[in-house]
């Protein structure tokens, strides 16, 4: 028997599974396993495990595995295909079977077989609208976030679900493309430079256009250091320059009672959804 | 007793609950509600339940669907605090419990109790790089797609990944900016356009970086569709000439040896895990 002392330098393999993208065995495992901090994960994902023939060949890296490491290893499985899953059962680890733990209760529950279609992108559409109308939802709105990133083709705001502001570098731009990727929303960025700032007033691009508008702010210091990164040493990145910025960008957000959002902290899905449920905007479909 | 009939129009509401962002209960339940696809599935999201209080008000609004829907709402809850989720479990639904499921196993399996943290993002690193520099991949992976979008700044290829060609349309955007925001790659894309295709050879700004290129192709009539809704009734829409474009790009390929991929059928998420695995291109971190 193994005894293993918590909170040592411990390790361990993760195999996340799927016979597609693989992402919804990453984003479940890796929510669960970051509830584990004392152990270091080190994450192998294989996608299109879609052949009796590849999930050999996993099973055969997973036992491999099994016998070089410290513990064996753990096991997230989304491979829809009962005998293929199976294979993966048999190899020495610990294993999560997503899809058998729930959707046998889910037949029971809901009365009807699952398809269990093998390979194949699993769409979820809402029932407003076609599979497909979804999908080119979100591809219209990544190209629309990026054709209006930066205060670009500001005659389209028009079309913005969403309008962000803020200084330079406190997230818009990886927000807005999120928004779009993830939710099929419209988002615009705009960015405000010194010169607005310096007006105390919403920018004339903005003022048609205040209650799509959303602020983003974050820690001078934190903004400094990013800065930094961007251009070392220059006035743009001093914190002082920085603090004058957000405290000036701040202020604007309140006078015109824009509702914004500290990002220090924050993951750009975070950010995202935080948004959303202030601005009331409702989630899109999303593909997986 | 209540009878369903399989295959008729039935209609369930669903509730993905979360103290963070909602993502992984999203991306779980959709993932196994696809599979029941007889079903119209209704869902509502609902990110940040991180007080118990606000998980009454939820319970509240699960119970009152309960009362008015057909079949009870179905569950999803990914909600870390036990107190909250006891409230939740209490409703009158069909009730999924994700982490309580997979954490307990999981902590006999690791021998240490999960940290159970609320409301915070659950970040999962790597153990090569701290969470903090795995997010900042991701920020500047986001702003090096959009900044070497449709072939600009041609001069940053040395630094990219991966870059991507093909016709107008195929999907380089948004698989460039996906493969940024999931997995912290650096991808470019350049733009196959008529006078490259003509002189059939390698456009010269891609000639240095050959072992990098990644070729995106699609079904002419589908390409035709697509771009009729750029622009209607154009020569660049026809299906003549995107059946000639299509053909040119993909001889192009096949002379060059460019791994390429028909992304007609695929979601973005599928293009680019694909592009991946054919690459043999590593995902980098994700949080969530």
Redesign the interface.
Known sequence: MI??T??SN???KVFFLSD?????A???G??????????????I?R??VDTLEKARKVAAEINQEAHTSDGRP?VVD?I?NKEASQIIQQTDS?Y?D??S???S??ET????K????VGH????A??SQSVDEA??S??EA??FA?AN?DGMQLHRYHEADIILIGVSRT?K??SS??LG??FGIKAANYPLIPDDLEIRKLPQALVDHQSKLFGLTIRPARLAEIRH?RKPNSNYASLRNCVDEIKEAETLYRQYRIPYIDTTQ?????I???ML?RAGIE?RV???
Chains 1, 2 share one sequence.
């Open positions: 005894t293993r918590p909170f411990m390790k361990r597609s993208t693989g992402m919804t990453e984003n479940l890796k929510s669960l396993l970051a509830q584990f901090p004392q152990i270091q994960f080190e994450s994902t996608p299109f753990i989304t829809i610990f999560i997503v899809f733990t729930f959707l209760p889910l529950e809901l009365g009807v699952s398809s269990l279609t992108h699993y769409i979820f809402e029932d999908y080119m979100r591809i990544v190209h990026l990133d997230g731009t990886p493309v999120y990727m993830q990164e924050l993951s750009i899905e975070e995202s959804a935080r449920q989630r999303a593909s997986l």
